[in-house]
């Protein structure tokens, strides 16, 4: 039942969402393939899992490298004998790599590369899964959109149109993969305490006012955890959603259920 012994491949597993999944579905008895281009924390977190207990592996892999990502599908088949599920967490803000994010400054090379790791990625990891997960009983794919899959932010040019690329991915391959019995579901966070918030907050012109943007519309008046996501996952994953397939599942606090901030209603955003 839950995750118990499904193989699953998480891409951009060394910090942040993709390694609270692989801590939550390790100790819930998955075998979890860690995948990063950041070696040392993957390595690192993948060898905190065995030595408590549980079934882990790290390969180096940039999604958007097409022979890394079969070299890691390979991988993943080798250490476990299969794969029941592709996590396509790996994912990146334009912030991360240019401080020019307006129209009139941003390079298309920054504009390519969030596309081609946030979008590409995702689709190449899929591509190179169907094989194994063919193969699998419970066989799924779960893709990491965003709110900025559905809604419109400052600054998001790049990051919002792969994530909604990746929302209507999901739906394509749905339905392109379902007479292979495999499932494609994608989830939209809010915000998520991890790097990539943190990093996006440090190049806003003024952090504060955006870091109230994003967590005054949080019904649930606190900013996510990554355990949040991974609870999420881990429910995707196993055969109990069976009957849950092509969703664009909200993970936001209520966020994008209405129209207004809490001040509104008396309350008061915590960090
Ligand atoms: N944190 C949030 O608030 C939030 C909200 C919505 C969606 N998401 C999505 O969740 C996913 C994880 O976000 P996070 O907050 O944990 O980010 P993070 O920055 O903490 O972690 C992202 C990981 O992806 C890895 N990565 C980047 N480029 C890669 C590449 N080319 N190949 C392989 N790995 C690569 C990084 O090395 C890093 O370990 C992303 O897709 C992100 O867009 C996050």
Request: net charge negative; charged share 15%.
């Amino acid at each position: 039942m839950g995750v118990e012994n499904l193989r699953i491949v998480i891409t951009g597993a060394a910090v942040g969402i993709g390694a609270g999944t692989a801590k939550l579905a390790a100790q819930r008895g998955a075998s979890v393939v860690l995948s990063d281009l950041n070696s040392k924390d993957g390595e690192a977190l993948a060898a905190e899992i065995v030595s408590d207990g549980g079934r882990a592996i790290f390969v180096p892999c940039d999604v958007t490298n097409e022979d890394d990502v079969q070299a890691l599908m390979a991988a993943a088949s080798d250490a476990f004998g299969g794969i029941d599920v592709l996590h396509n967490n790996a994912g990146i803000h334009e912030s991360l790599i240019s401080s020019d994010l307006t129209l009139e400054t941003m390079t298309r090379e920054t504009f390519e590369r969030v596309i081609s790791v946030n979008l590409t990625g995702a689709w190449l990891c899929a591509k190179y899964a169907l094989p194994y997960l063919r193969k699998s009983d419970s066989p799924s794919i779960i893709n990491a959109g965003s709110t900025s899959s559905i809604t419109g932010y400052p600054q998001c040019q790049a990051y919002g149109a792969s994530k909604g690329g990746i929302m209507q991915l999901t739906k394509m391959l749905a339905v392109d993969l379902a007479a292979d019995g495999i499932r494609v579901n994608c989830y939209c966070p809010g915000a998520i305490h991890t790097q990539i918030v943190d990093n996006f907050l440090a190049a806003a012109p003024d952090p504060a006012a955006m870091l109230s943007t994003m967590t005054n519309t949080h019904l649930i008046p606190r900013m996510g955890q990554p355990v949040d996501v991974a609870e999420l996952v881990c429910f995707l994953a196993s055969p109990e959603s069976e009957f849950v397939n092509g969703v664009v599942w909200n993970l936001d606090g209520g966020s994008l259920a209405w129209r207004g901030t809490i001040d509104i209603l008396g309350m008061e955003a915590k960090s």
